[in-house]
């Protein structure tokens, strides 16, 4: 190769390459403000700051999701499987929310370590199959993953 | 072999076998499209969990898929003209950024109609939408660039910097879901082991992203041979067929 375009290609690489690095450093610097959430086991471990807004996101606890008679206040309980957050919520949830679904709740942490939500999101998972098989799977005590229940 | 390449290096060389490739590539695109359309939307299940409103992956991710290799396209196309500076490497650099733009503008957007019924908002600043925000900007910003030069070359150059250190953002958008916690789910399609997609509905997505890189590649080909035209207005080729057609 030509000197000089062999000089271009190295200084392209170069800026290629040191961009890549000045990128990585500052996201990996901000990584805790790139998370959209908290999980759980951070919120039981005092990671996460009490008393002002923030999210948590995990899955619905089986069997947690209470609502009330009189207004549309619901509570339910997110966890990761290693802690659990309960959440106080007073709105309309989103259609996909469910028990033993993912979901995101933005809200503010009061001193009992109660979320009181303002906002639930859904969040869903990269499962798409369709309704005939999804029954199938129920049937045959697999997951989703193929795993045994 | 060493010529045809020599030869993609000539202006009038290119057009011509820009239009003998559009000649047959519309066609496949146009029956690529209308059939995984028709296949997707109309022919396969809908999903255990979102009903029909999941149908919206056979436009989402096909846009996105392609607004990511668009980029590298375009990236490397600004490298080739920044060490060999080829000519016309700056054409495909200059042709891809509009596409490309268009792309991720569908991606956000059809995401965005989607999250609503689905998360329960239109919008979240989570890694991989704030990500993907930020290439529609990095389109939008070698557009603008190319435009705000008076000095062709300069502006070919800046572009193809701009388009370089855009670069880091492609893998980012890509691993984001991985790395981050966000609301946007990990990828369904995956290289290596099971797709997490059922392959009635796997299929047909497949069909509509190769028609999507077919799009891409139609819509980069005729933006070459218009931008080649101008470029070479005051040439003879161009006024060869400049006559030709203006007689009519």
Known sequence: MHPVRKQRLYLVLFVALFSSVAVGLVSYALRGNINLFYPPADVASGKAPTGQPLRVGGMVEKGSVQRADDSLEVSFMLTDYQASVPVVYIGILPDLFGEEQGAVASGVLDSEGVLQATEILAKHDENYMPPEVAYALENSGYDKKGKTK | ?248
């Open chain 2, 1 to 248: 072999m060493w010529t045809f390449f020599h030869k993609l290096g000539s202006p009038p060389w290119l057009y011509a076998i820009a239009g003998a490739i559009l000649r047959w590539l519309v066609p496949i695109t146009l029956v690529a499209l209308v059939g995984g359309m028709v296949w997707g939307l109309l022919l396969t299940s809908p999903d255990f969990r979102q009903g029909n409103s999941y149908r919206i992956i056979y436009i989402h991710v096909p846009a996105a898929v392609v607004a990511l290799a668009g980029y590298y396209v375009m990236a490397i196309a600004g490298a080739i003209s920044l060490i060999w500076r080829m000519k016309m490497a700056d054409v495909v650099m200059k042709a891809a950024a509009p596409v490309g733009a268009a792309l991720t503008f569908i991606a956000l957007l059809t995401g965005a109609i989607w999250g609503k019924p689905t998360w329960g908002t239109w919008w979240v600043w989570d890694a991989r939408i704030t990500s993907m925000l930020i290439l529609l900007f990095l389109y939008l910003g070698v557009v603008a660039l190319y435009e705000a030069f008076d000095n062709k070359e300069a502006a070919g150059k800046a572009c193809a910097v701009l388009s370089l250190v855009g670069m880091v953002n492609i893998p980012i958008i890509y691993k984001s879901v991985d790395w981050w916690y966000s609301l946007h789910q990990p990828a369904s399609i995956k290289f290596s082991g099971e797709s997490t997609i059922d392959p009635s509905m796997l299929y047909p997505l497949l069909l509509m992203i190769a028609a999507f890189y077919a799009l891409f590649t139609c819509c980069l080909l005729m933006n070459m041979r218009a931008e080649l035209l101008q470029r070479e207005s005051r040439t003879q080729w161009v006024k060869k067929i400049a006559g030709k057609e203006g007689r009519r």
